[in-house]
């Protein structure tokens, strides 16, 4: 029953997603804005920059009206971005041509002082309204952007998430002394946000005469604090939202604050898919392409297999694609070790983040690299945020393309000695977003704990997503350091990657404590020497399964279960099985013997049908 409700959902919020391979019929009269988000490195996966290339063209041969849109997360999150800090991905995306382009959170992953060179760089220039110094709350970049097509003039406005402060690394945000130098408009509950972005959509509007106002905002419509669909329903006079940061696709409307339906969408991730927004005779609709139609003409084309699909793509920007890759062929193809058995860290054909078994379970790769990094930092405890893990590790040969791919962002190991209540704080931060998945979940080394989720987290964080505190009962139990019980007051030696250990993902409770040792390698380096080293090249049977580090050990009660189901699902058609991971997704077990309790019941089916 609960599975036949989310479907009905799923298919009222994607009903305008159409096929891609109906008649192309734009004419002159139309202007079409292409858009992409969260690519995160995906160059050439899914569709690939060569697809979107390929299909851009095809529409400009009977409409030259065409706008290419990035709305964020673009540099970081795979191999070519970690390997060139970014610079082979800006190279690529002006080779396409993007006309407009905003921050993701993760375009601070470098530092801000690389993210001016890549603004440098790139020819389409980012914009940012909430992107400000914190001293005056000046825009760092350009806060919008007005192109002119057909005789219309269309401003575009970028908005970053507010929660940038806990998605990137601290330290590139704050002074030696610890002092905030940016800001994200976060004051008078948000009220400086809506007020800002406003007196912007005034402002392209009456003194630069925009005829219309098109919103980027890499925030997304999940279920954390700040949400698209939130910033619009205080904001008036805006013709469209394409969206980004959650990795989802959806196509649909959301009310502004005068209760006026806008679109409003988002393209998923890895290119996954190409979002279309048409603008004709003042009427705006819009469509999801996820397939590429054969060209009209194949001369500048080449049809190649990618995956499991055989798709069309643009000939010369695969050319380049190639050829960017060739650079760092050498490096890439270092090998490390040898796995027998694939380590899996979503379910097969799925690309949406909120799969990732490492953001809401016990997962094989997060098992894997924390106990390199343990190894590595001479730790007795490890703690990882789960969304520093980006991929599978495929049976076969292991190489540094596949590691680096596994855990892109290149994170320095630190260690700090840590008391044991402090180590249970970050534990209870991580958990607070259960049953649904978050990148702050924490995979761990030489701990085990047992997560209660049939009530609500009483942890509490600031209007950045900071910890704050815990104010009632906590979903943290059973928490044993190498086999022995958690004590408080006991000074551990914890080794973590820098950026949850300068309070990224939230983690102000790591934060708090000065660095013990730091080790002169990445956790990206510290996982390929551990398989080379310490495994002498080979992968553990022991790393297919799970380990019982993590137990979930009550159901959630079902009026938790979360009322957007977007925020989980991106593809009602795929077949997602039990034990793809090698894990069932939740260790449900009951503190008490005995069968299990409705609610148990209840949140096993939403498990299996939902994740």
Known sequence: MLNTFI????????????????????????????????????????????????????????????????????????????????????????????????????????GVERLKQLENNITSKYISSNFCYKKD??????PYKIIEKNGKKIAFIGVL??????????????????????????????????????????????KKGADYVI?????????????????????????????????????????????????????????????????????ISSEIIQDIPEPSNTTNAIKITRGKKDIWVNKDMNN??????AEYEDEL?????????????????????????????????????????????????????GGGIRSNINKGNITRSQLIAASPFFNNIIVKRLPGQCILDALEHGVANLPNATASFPQVSGLSYDVDISFKSNVVTDSQGLFLNVTGKRRVSNVKVN????????????SMNEYIGAGGDGYTMLAKYEVFNESLITDTDSLASYIKYELNGKIPIKYKDSQGRISIVNAFDSTIIPTSTTSLITNPDSKVSENTSGFLRYNYRKKVSGGLSTGAIVAAIFCVCVF
């Open 215 to 283: 919103l980027l905002t890499h925030i997304g419509m999940d279920v954390e604090q700040y949400t698209s669909n939130g910033l619009l329903s205080n904001l008036v006079n805006v013709d469209a939202v394409l969206d980004g940061h959650t990795h989802v696709i959806y196509n649909t409307t959301s009310k502004d604050k005068n209760k006026k339906d806008i679109h409003i969408s988002q393209t998923g991730t890895k290119l996954q898919s190409i979002g279309k927004l048409i603008i004709k005779n003042g009427t």
């Open 333 to 385: 193809n270092i090998q490390y070790g040898h796995s027998d058995y694939d380590l899996i860290i979503r379910p097969e054909g799925t690309t949406d983040s909120h799969y990732i078994y490492c953001r809401h379970q016990e997962c094989s790769v997060g098992n894997l690299l924390t106990d390199a990094i343990k190894w590595s930092g001479n730790a007795e405890v490890t703690i990882i945020n």
């Open 7 to 110: 479907l009905l959902y799923l298919l009222i919020q994607a009903k305008s997603i159409t096929s891609p391979f109906r008649q192309l019929q734009e004419s002159s009269d139309e202007i079409i804005i292409l858009h992409l988000n969260d690519v995160h490195c995906g160059v050439n996966d899914t569709i690939g920059y060569d697809g979107f290339v390929l299909y851009r063209d095809e529409l400009m041969k009977k409409n030259p009206n065409i706008i290419s849109v990035d709305v964020g997360d673009h540099v970081q999150g795979g191999t070519l971005g970690s390997i060139s800090e970014g610079g082979a991905i800006i190279d690529i995306m002006n080779k396409v041509g993007f006309d407009v382009a905003i921050l993701g959170n993760h375009e601070f992953d470098y």
């Open 161 to 206: 998430t507010p929660l940038t402060f806990s998605k990137t690394f601290l330290s590139t945000l704050r002074d030696s002394n610890g002092n905030a130098i940016y800001d994200f408009l976060t004051d008078n509950n948000n009220q400086e946000l809506y007020d800002t972005v406003q007196s912007y959509i005034n402002e392209a509007r009456e």
């Open 483 to 494: 086999g022995e019980d958690l004590d408080l007051n006991k000074i551990y030696n914890v």
């Open 137 to 142: 709350k000046k825009p760092i970049f350009n």
């Open 320 to 325: 380049f694609l190639n050829n960017i890759w």
